[in-house]
């Protein structure tokens, strides 16, 4: 429960930092090598990490400490905090309360953060006169929002599946799609940003023959 949660924390924290990275290349370029510095870089991120690490541990300490029955059924495909909560003896409104508490933090804050980013760059961008200007600047942004999007999908997907009156399978699958296909998204995404690679795999996918490549 503990690795889960504090990954998850992490990716959120993570994706407000490229934000404001973007934020800064975009908007103050100019002032990009000194705001953004190695140092700076790792600043971000160690915090990112530190508080992603932290931030779990007061919900699945007090997991921890709630009683159980000999035989408690877990209904879901891991430890997820709320699933482990609801197969407790004890009182879980404490537990729920905090959970909600710590999901707002995690997932609303960030998204509130990445949100001004963009505005702001959305601003400067709408002030460059040249078209090309403009289509380089959103294309420094394109995987990023990318992986935004299916970031905050798949938790409203989560969310939608364990607020509405589905089926245990359906909260399940909501809750895989948040854990797993996120996190295989992620690699693709920013891969294919690779010129490289993508004529790797355009050779790969569309192989020209070799007759047709020499003259007559």
């Known amino acids: ?37 190695p140092q700076t870089n790792a600043a971000l991120a160690a915090g990112a990490w530190l508080t992603a690490l932290l931030l779990p541990i007061p919900a699945v300490v007090q997991t921890s400490h709630m009683a159980f029955s000999p035989v408690a059924q877990v209904y879901h495909c891991f430890c997820d905090h709320l699933a482990v ?29 990445v949100l001004l980013s963009y505005a702001h760059i959305l601003a400067s961008v709408l002030h460059i006169s040249s078209r090309e200007g403009r289509s380089k600047a959103f294309s420094t942004c394109s995987s990023h929002l ?38 295989i998204l992620n690699p693709l995404i920013y891969t294919l940003r690779n010129k490289d690679i993508k004529a790797v795999i355009i050779k790969v996918a569309c192989p020209r023959d070799p007759g047709h490549s020499r003259g007559p």
């Open 146 to 183: 990318l992986v935004v999007g299916t970031y905050y999908s798949s938790i409203a997907i989560a969310y939608v599946a364990y607020r509405a009156d589905l089926p245990l399978n359906f909260h399940i699958m909501g809750k895989v799609v948040y854990a797993i296909l996120t996190p």
């Open 1 to 37: 429960m503990y690795l889960f949660h504090s990954f998850s924390c992490s990716e959120a924290f993570i994706l407000v930092v490229m934000a404001y990275d973007r934020y800064v290349a975009i908007c103050r370029p100019l002032h990009y090598p000194v705001l953004m510095a």
């Open 85 to 113: 909560v609801q197969a407790s003896c004890s009182d879980t409104i404490p537990q729920t309360l905090m959970g909600f508490c710590i999901a707002m933090v995690v997932s609303f804050l960030p998204l509130l953060l």
